[in-house]
T-cell receptor
Framework: EAQVTQNPRYLITVTGKKLTVTCSQN?????MSWYRQDPGLGLRQIYY???????DKGDVPEGYKVSRKEKRNFPLILESPSPNQTSLYFC??????????????FGPGTRLTVL | QQQVKQSPQSLIVQKGGISIINCAYE??????FPWYQQFPGKGPALLIA?????SEKKEGRFTISFNKSAKQFSLHIMDSQPGDSATYFC?????????????FGKGTKLSVIP
């Protein structure tokens, strides 16, 4: 089954304790991205990757890091989490753009609470 | 600067009625306009999309209407059903390499009541 998986699905942590949220896709997609979703603010992009070893900042990158060492994986790293990073996080992937479609496939989400 | 403005924030529609969600954009270089549907506890999923060379696209009960001159596009859900209750996001992207970057509206929570 074609899918994007994220782990963990739920996480409660404390301020300053480093954490990693993993993301993996089995569709051989070049493009991967991380979003955060907050009430009233919609989906905001954190970081994205056009391919292996190619990453760039989105709209809200502060406090986050990413890496893309393998095509299928795109982990999100919070080196020193703070309460304002409490949010619902989504990973997404997309095939190489064609003239017909640019569909992004989203994972099930990771709900993070930073105390 | 919000490049895609979505309204209303929430919408309650009777079963069988028409749900209408509107979006307005600022960047005239956008050339791809998708709508995503998100059910509680799930990630968003592509519902329907349109490019500016057509004014309307219909897939089943879902229709996108596009007005290039007004820089507006809207989602119409005909014969709305309780199963359509979800949050809907409009989005836009640029051509070429920019097509990967989706700019989302803030979302509309639709509730269809029996």
């Amino acid at each position: 089954e074609a899918q994007v998986t994220q782990n963990p699905r739920y996480l409660i942590t404390v301020t300053g304790k480093k954490l990693t949220v993993t993301c993996s896709q089995n569709m051989n997609h070049e493009y991967m991205s991380w979003y955060r979703q907050d009430p009233g603010l919609g989906l905001r992009q954190i970081y994205y990757s056009m391919n292996v070893e190619v990453t760039d900042k989105g709209d809200v990158p502060e406090g986050y890091k990413v890496s893309r060492k393998e095509k299928r994986n795109f982990p999100l790293i919070l080196e020193s989490p703070s309460p304002n990073q409490t949010s619902l996080y989504f990973c997404a992937s997309s095939a190489r753009w064609t003239s017909g479609s640019n569909e992004q496939f989203f994972g099930p989400g990771t709900r993070l609470t930073v105390l | 600067q919000q490049q895609v403005k979505q309204s209303p924030q929430s919408l309650i529609v009777q079963k069988g009625g028409i749900s209408i969600i509107n979006c307005a954009y600022e960047n005239t270089a956008f050339d791809y306009f998708p709508w995503y549907q998100q059910f509680p506890g799930k990630g968003p999923a592509l519902l329907i999309a349109i490019r500016p060379d057509v004014s309307e696209k219909k897939e089943g009960r879902f229709t996108i209407s596009f007005n290039k001159s007004a820089k507006q596009f809207s989602l119409h859900i005909m014969d709305s059903q309780p199963g359509d209750s979800a949050t809907y996001f409009c989005a836009a992207s640029l051509p070429g390499a920019g097509s990967y970057q989706l700019t989302f509206g803030k979302g509309t929570k639709l509730s269809v009541i029996p």
